[in-house]
């Protein structure tokens, strides 16, 4: 058992390194002719490595999706990347750390990640207007409001920032759509200081699991509705989707 989680660890720095070195230049060629082909390789990249973890991902409601959606989800832990990643080619915000990290930072930007740091409240309005550009162009983009992880049980209250771009977007970019992610282990939840190399080990060693991906009914934003008014209705809308008990379909 432990040789098997020793390779299964050691095929994931492999994986990712392939990915950057092969699959990255190809997906660029193909994009180049064909710009909607952006993307279209994460999937394949996080099924990878969400069966090196041996986490499964039921997903439903996967039909709320349309182009120029910005979806807003809870966040228990960095495996929320990939569980999500693993549906559909999606464009993330995330923390300027990130874009630090070793194979993963070449991977995010080559998935058209958007970096804030939040530590810097100046960077809200270039990362704003990045996702303002991404939905206007077609892109599916995620963002978590919480701002940090949370154990899942319960939605940690939602900021409003990285939601003003819906709030001022044209028309045919005015949807969002909640997600609710729950896993059936709670040592998924990535929480405090918790650094991501033990975590990983951690996750890798603890049994299979499940992570179940909830998409509520997509919403049109009412012109005028503020960014404070929408991240309280989402919120409302995350929690409820959380706390259901009903089990998805399975996810392509």
């Not at 970096?115 to 810097?120: I, M, P, S, T």
């Not at 049109?220 to 008014?229: Q, T």
């Amino acid at each position: 058992m432990r040789r098997m989680t020793i390779l299964r660890a050691a095929l994931i720095p492999v994986v990712l390194s392939t990915y950057v070195l092969m699959a990255i230049p190809v997906e660029r060629l193909v994009a180049r002719r064909a710009p909607a082909a952006r993307g279209w390789t994460s999937p394949w990249l996080a099924r990878l490595l969400l069966a090196l973890l041996r986490i499964r991902v039921e997903a439903s409601g996967l039909d709320a999706l349309r182009a120029g959606t910005l979806v807003v989800a809870n966040h228990v832990s960095w495996i929320d990347i990939l569980v999500i990643a693993s549906l559909r080619p999606m464009r993330f915000l995330a923390k300027a750390e990130v874009g630090r990290w070793p194979l993963v930072a070449a991977v995010a930007r080559a998935q058209g990640t958007i970096f804030v740091d939040r530590a810097r409240r100046r960077s809200i309005l270039p990362a704003n207007a990045a996702i303002a550009a991404a939905l206007a162009a077609g892109d599916v983009v995620v963002v978590f409001p919480e701002g940090t992880t949370g154990a899942g049980d319960e939605a940690l209250p939602f900021r409003s920032s990285h939601l003003q771009p819906v709030c001022d977007a044209r028309p045919a970019s005015k949807r969002i759509v909640p997600l609710a992610l729950r896993y059936d282990n709670s040592r998924a939840a990535w929480l405090g200081d918790a650094t991501l190399l033990p975590h990983l080990w951690e996750m890798l060693r603890a049994p299979p699991s499940v992570c179940c991906a909830v998409f509520g009914a997509a919403r049109d934003i009412e012109p005028g509705v503020s960014r404070k008014r929408l991240a309280r209705l989402m919120q409302d809308q995350v929690a409820r989707l959380a706390s259901e008990r009903e089990k998805p379909s399975l996810s392509p």
